[in-house]
């Protein structure tokens, strides 16, 4: 399954994915999962939102367990991130064929479509508009960077977008949702373990600071003279990572968009992207409005204007501690004498598809370890053994969830 995934949406150059919602790789990616589905008599359905679902058994029946991930990717995108939990979930599936298991509830894999949110710049979409965290009419205003919109960009590949809204009736059938991720940080490295089960999600969103200046010639106007916009942005970036540092969170300003974006040219405008996230809601609040108030001060001293806005928020999610403490009895945790967990329980500050339905129903995840925490990247890794160890680790849940 990897061999045939991994050369899918790879850039030659860069060596990492560009694997985008509605694109060419995209059903590449979606073509591979139907493949994977039908290869293991399981029933493929694609819902009103673009989301892919292979199940083993009647949906019907309701208090289903699924599991699963999303083949889509970040820009230069790693391997691990989405495609693990879904190529995990296929060989989990095998796994618990091979034993013999036998189900006493309906069992599915998923793949839900645009998780990075790469190309409309909002992460979730799938699993958003099924839970109604994303209406159909904002989901429609969605437009990428050559101006797209969502609804055409569906239309282009086949899809239907006048269909695409809350799924109440898919969600009411299911039991727990279940999705492993590799770990996109070292703490598992660090512990020395192979696989780790989350606790929660650091709450996290992501700001656009449009610092807006006057366009002039870069070889003739005096520095006193200019309404340079890039000055307070980099003042900005230098904020985040103090502020960041102070509170103990994390704040990127990892997309930029500059116009007239001339190397002669004294910009006009530059548009910066501000990613934060922290343990707990008042130190996102406390560090985001730190960064926004250094970024209007420096914006008054250049004579520039400054608007921003918040694109995207996610409070903190608890994962369901039932399901969680479930599953970690299922993997033998607390067994040892010195009730030390064998999976250890960890925090995580990305976000994922678990977290947007956590509200809507039961979820947990599973991580599987990465030596270098590297995400995000064509250098995201894990080892062989740590993916087999995710694997059993997962057919083990699924065996405790849905053959009892």
């Known amino acids: 399954m990897w061999d045939r995934l991994r050369p899918v949406g790879r850039h030659p150059e860069s060596g990492g ?19 994977q589905a039908e290869a293991r008599g399981l029933t493929h359905e694609v819902d009103r939102n673009g989301n892919q679902w292979a199940w083993l058994g009647d949906p019907a029946r309701g208090d289903a367990v699924v599991t699963g991930s999303h083949l889509d990717s970040v ?33 599915a894999v998923v793949n839900f479509g645009d998780e990075e949110g790469a190309r409309f710049g909002l992460a979730c979409v799938g699993s958003r508009l099924t839970s109604g965290k994303l209406t159909a009419r ?9 101006g797209v919109t969502l609804p055409r960009a569906m239309e282009a590949a086949g899809y239907d977008p006048e269909a695409i809204g809350p799924d109440p009736e898919r969600l009411a059938r299911i ?5 492993l991720h590799v770990e996109q940080g070292r703490a598992l490295d660090l512990s020395g373990d192979a696989v780790g089960i989350a606790s929660s999600i650091w709450p996290h969103g992501r700001w656009r600071f449009d610092f807006r200046g006057e366009a002039n010639h870069a070889g003739t106007t005096r520095l006193a003279d200019r309404r340079d916009p890039m000055l307070p942005y980099a003042e900005a970036v230098l904020a985040a990572r103090r502020e960041a540092r102070l509170a103990g969170a994390v704040a990127t300003f990892g997309k930029v968009a500059v116009e ?41 001293e250049h004579g520039v204007d400054l608007d921003v806005v918040r694109e995207s928020f ?59 925490g590297v995400s995000h990247s064509p250098a995201e890794s894990a080892a062989e053994d740590d ?13 405790g969830l849905a053959c009892r």
Not at 17 to 35: K, M, S, V
Not at 266 to 293: I, N
Not at 387 to 399: I, P, W, Y
Request: net charge negative.
């Open 175 to 179: 039991g727990a949702f279940v999705e």
């Open 314 to 372: 996610t409070p903190v999610v608890e994962f369901d501690n039932v399901l969680r403490d479930e599953i970690a009895r299922i993997l033998g945790a607390g067994n040892r004498e010195s009730g030390r967990l064998n999976v250890p329980v960890l925090g995580t500050g990305a976000g994922h598809d678990a977290g947007i339905l956590a509200g809507s129903i039961p979820t947990a995840m599973l991580f599987v370890r990465n030596p270098t």
């Open 138 to 146: 904002q989901a429609h205003l969605l437009t990428d960077a050559d």
């Open 260 to 300: 007239p974006n001339g190397v002669n040219a004294v910009p006009s405008l530059v548009r910066g992207w501000l990613d934060s996230r922290a343990a707990d809601q008042d130190g996102l609040d406390t560090v985001v409005a730190a960064v926004e108030a250094a970024a209007r001060d420096h914006a008054r």
């Open 17 to 35: 994915y560009r694997r985008f919602a509605w694109t060419g790789a995209d059903a590449e990616c979606r073509a591979w999962f139907r493949e």
């Open 75 to 107: 820009p230069d995108g790693g391997a691990f991130d989405g495609p693990l939990g879904v190529v995990s979930a296929f060989a989990a599936l095998d796994e618990l064929r091979g034993r013999g298991a036998r189900f006493a509830k309906p069992v």
């Open 387 to 399: 993916c087999a160890a995710g694997v059993l680790a997962l057919a083990d849940v699924l065996e």
